[in-house]
């Protein structure tokens, strides 16, 4: 299984996200480190800092750091998210 995958996974099962989408923008100049861009939609993140959910974030995918030179992510709740593409849409 490959790391955009298994991180895939760990953010669906560990946060029980109810979306996650995962790009991988590596180009090989990173010593095979991945560059990750994750988005990820949890109601684990309700009453949360925007700081304490990257944290909760970073630590479920704690293992797979070593793998990972550089990872964006935005964590949002499921109404936020739910916000975002009502504007999405209107635009």
């Known amino acids: 299984m490959s790391l955009v995958d298994q991180v895939r996974e760990k953010c669906s099962t560990e946060l029980q996200a109810t979306h996650v989408e ?3 923008h590596s ?19 309700e009453g949360l800092a925007l700081l304490k959910r990257h944290r909760k974030v970073n630590e479920v995918l704690a293992e797979f750091m070593p793998q990972i030179h550089a990872i964006q992510i935005k964590a949002w709740t499921p109404a936020q998210y739910q916000a975002k593409q009502e504007q999405q849409q209107q635009s």
């Open 22 to 24: 995962l790009w991988d």
């Open 27 to 45: 180009d090989g100049s990173c010593d095979g480190g991945a560059k990750l861009e994750l988005h990820v939609v949890s109601s684990e993140f």
